[in-house]
């Protein structure tokens, strides 16, 4: 080390002994000045003041802790619906007249009239077929309503002309014999205009009396033969 830097580190240290006691002094006045505006503070708040925030002891605040209070469970009652069967109407489909049908393979007017649990003599009236029952499938028909009863032939006017002819329908229990008489024609006359009435719609010729069947139709003359008169019997008086 050259002297000239030797004499200048001793001026240095020279220089900081000099200013010591001048930092002493002024650290010592900042505690004086601090001291009394620490005892002036407290003493304006009547010595339990204002305090400085850094004096101030924090107070501790009580925290409630919760007591858990005990539930009691209540029970709980379900109540379990009954199921009840209600039974369900059936419907009974009464029909209040004819209805229609169409007509299957192998139908036939027997076979249909048992199915439906109906007269087939009504079947047949009501249908207009005669006994030979012509039907065939896809043709509707209609069905009478179960019980359906053929309806009553409707009497002659007394002043129907003689030589009329109707068309009459075969019933149960029906003969050309029992129908010329109700008519006032003769068999042989019915079977006359019945044959030229399936002559032309290609039916069947009748070869006996008996050959009607219930359905068939006839055609009958009415009023041909005169209506017998009653012919009054004589009666002795006895002579006393």
């Not at 209805?99 to 009239?113: G, K, R, S, W």
């Not at 019980?147 to 003969?175: C, K």
């Not at 069947?213 to 012919?231: A, E, K």
């Amino acid at each position: 080390m050259s002297k000239k830097d030797a004499k200048n580190v001793i001026s240095s240290y020279r220089k900081k002994q000099k200013m010591g006691p001048y930092i002493l002094g002024g650290l010592a006045i900042l505690l004086v000045v601090v001291g009394i505006v620490l005892l002036v503070v407290y003493l304006i708040g009547g010595g339990s003041g204002l305090k400085p925030s850094f004096l101030n002891s924090p107070t501790p605040t009580s925290t409630e802790t919760p007591t858990p209070t005990p539930v009691t469970p209540t029970a709980t009652f379900t109540l379990t619906p009954t199921i009840t069967n209600t039974p369900t109407p059936t419907l009974t489909n009464t029909p209040s007249g004819p209805i229609e049908y169409e007509v299957q393979e192998l139908d036939n007017c027997t076979t249909i009239a048992e199915n439906f649990e109906v007269d087939v003599e009504v079947l047949l009236v009501l249908n207009n077929l005669d006994s030979r029952c012509l039907i065939y499938p896809g043709q509707t028909i209609l069905i009478p309503a179960p019980g359906q009863q053929l309806p009553t032939p409707t009497p002659l006017p007394d002043d129907t002309p003689p030589g009329t002819l109707i068309e009459y329908r075969v019933r149960p229990g029906d003969s050309l014999f029992v129908l010329a008489t109700q008519f006032h024609s003769e068999v042989s006359r019915i079977m006359q205009e019945t044959n030229r009435y399936r002559r032309e719609h290609d039916l069947k010729q009748m070869e006996e009396e008996t050959d009607i069947f219930v359905g068939d139709i006839l055609i009958i003359p009415v009023n041909i033969v005169p209506t017998p008169i009653p012919t009054a019997t004589a009666t002795e008086t006895p002579t006393p």
